[in-house]
């Protein structure tokens, strides 16, 4: 089994996405033993925002790449290729003023791509990166997934609809929820590792 960690956080041993996220690929590699692992931090070298030329790469055939645009295409095509080459696929995303960090949504604008991750058919759209598992590690300071801030709690429906929109449905999410509360925070993190089912 091969399996992709992406790691939003920029705060290193710190960050409680990190460390639920390697919970999770613990208990993965216990239960698939030989299983091989690439950590990517998008924190440490950031897809960059889509300009211009980004957008003119996807758009324009292959074909008819200018160097600039063959230049500007390579972040989506490795990123796709990594996706693609995982069989499952752990997303750390600490919860940023309501949203995911703009490093996550930097990688989702890279990987979404029609006609390599999702095309349109005559059904509608079809996502084309099928047979995934992919495991939400979401940290945040307060509590969304119940109570009275559940109408707020987009980032996990955001990542279950854009993923699943490319044809990953298959998506456990864990929460480390509660991290800035004082009644919460101390066991925010071990609830959600004893939580992991795999
Ligand atoms: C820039 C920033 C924005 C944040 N926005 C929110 C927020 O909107 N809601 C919330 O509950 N917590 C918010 N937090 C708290 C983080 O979600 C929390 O500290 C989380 O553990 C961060 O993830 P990490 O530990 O993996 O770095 C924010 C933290 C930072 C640094």
């Known amino acids: ?9 920029p705060r290193g041993e710190a960050s409680f996405s990190i460390k639920l996220g390697n919970a999770i690929v613990e208990k993965l590699q ?14 440490n070298t950031p897809f960059p925002h889509l300009e211009e030329v980004h957008i003119n790469s996807f758009f324009t055939p292959q074909e008819n790449h200018t160097a600039e645009l ?4 390579k972040h989506s095509d490795e990123a796709i290729a990594e996706l693609k080459d995982a069989d499952v696929i752990v997303i750390g995303a600490p919860l940023y003023n309501f949203g995911i960090p703009s490093t996550l949504k930097a990688w989702i604008d890279h990987i979404a791509r029609a006609g390599h991750t999702f095309r349109y058919s005559e059904k509608g759209p079809e996502g084309l990166i099928k047979n995934k598992k992919v495991y939400l590690a979401i940290s945040s300071g307060g509590v ?9 709690d987009f980032t996990e429906s955001y990542l279950r609809s854009v993923l699943g929109f490319m044809g990953m449905t298959d998506i456990t999410a864990y929460r480390a929820e509660g991290v800035s509360i004082p009644d919460l925070k101390d066991l925010a993190l071990d609830k959600a590792i004893e939580s992991i089912a795999i």
Do not use: F, Q, R, W
Request: hydrophobic content about 40%; overall charge neutral.
């Open 1 to 9: 089994m091969k399996i992709l960690h992406l790691i939003s956080s």
């Open 30 to 43: 216990a239960a698939n033993p030989g299983s091989t692992l690439t950590v990517h931090d998008l924190t």
């Open 70 to 73: 063959t230049a500007a295409i």
């Open 144 to 152: 969304y997934s119940e109570g009275p801030m559940k109408p707020y």
